[in-house]
């Protein structure tokens, strides 16, 4: 499969504790997009690199929550001292260079579940 | 900051007829405007991107209609199946470097 992959799938976690996730986007795609999503609502944007640029953050990604690019390839989004309303689906998605009207392909997302 | 209004109730629709879905926006028209499907517990997938200076834009059994006086967007589904069941969500991009805002999504229930 040559789709957008993230890992893990599903991650429950303590209040408090941090988790990490990953994106591995499709190969040459120089875009990657992190998303959040809770149920009922449409995909909120977090944050999103072109090549290793971070281009853009959204004002509600607080300071617990690090992204990051190192190679331009695979991305981690790291959450710190997790709280309940951290809980929700994390999507990645990315789009190739020059990508018509900026289309993005979104992976299966990362469920996080914070007790 | 930029609004986007889907249908918040969720639509059932006898299969065979055409659902339409609406998805209507505030302030400036955006460059594209997206529509994607998700099923319960995936990601969103692409289907159809129509243009600013496009009225219509349709693939197969799909439709889409953009129109910047009433900042509006209307998505059709044609001869519809229970298969087409999902959410459809509405997306802006204003410029090919910026962010893609997506609307909260219309349930669609396609009843046999």
């Known amino acids: 499969d040559t789709g957008v992959s993230q890992d893990p799938r599903h991650k429950i976690t303590k209040r408090g504790q941090n988790v990490t996730f990953r994106c591995d986007p499709i190969?040459?795609?120089?875009?990657l997009y992190w998303y959040r999503q809770t149920l009922g609502q449409g995909p909120e944007f977090l944050t999103y690199?072109?090549?290793?640029?971070?281009?853009?953050k959204s004002r509600l990604l607080s300071d617990r929550f690090s992204a990051e690019r190192p190679k331009g390839s695979f991305s981690t989004l790291e959450i710190q001292r997790t709280e309940q309303g951290d809980s929700a689906m994390y999507l990645c998605?990315?789009?190739?260079?020059?990508?018509?009207?900026?289309?993005?392909?979104f992976g299966e997302g990362s469920w996080l579940t914070v007790v | 900051s930029q609004k986007i209004e889907q249908n918040s109730e969720a639509l059932n629709i006898q299969e065979g007829k055409t659902a339409t879905l609406t998805c209507n926006y505030t302030?400036?028209?955006?460059?594209?405007l997206q529509w994607y499907r998700q099923d319960p517990g995936r990601g969103p997938v692409f289907l159809l991107l129509?243009?600013?200076?496009?009225k219509e834009k349709r693939k197969e059994r799909l439709k889409v209609t953009f129109d910047t006086t009433l900042k509006q967007s209307l998505f059709h589904i044609t001869a519809s199946q229970p298969a087409d069941s999902a959410t459809y969500l509405c997306?802006?991009?204003?410029?090919?470097?910026?962010?893609?805002?997506f609307g909260s999504g219309t349930r669609l229930s396609i009843r046999p």
């Open positions: 998605a990315s789009s190739p260079p020059q990508a018509a009207g900026n289309t993005i392909y």
């Open positions: 190969s040459e795609h120089n875009r």
């Open positions: 690199f072109q090549n290793e640029a971070q281009l853009e």
């Open positions: 302030n400036y028209s955006p460059a594209y």
């Open positions: 129509i243009r600013e200076n496009e």
């Open positions: 997306a802006l991009v204003y410029s090919s470097a910026s962010k893609i805002i």
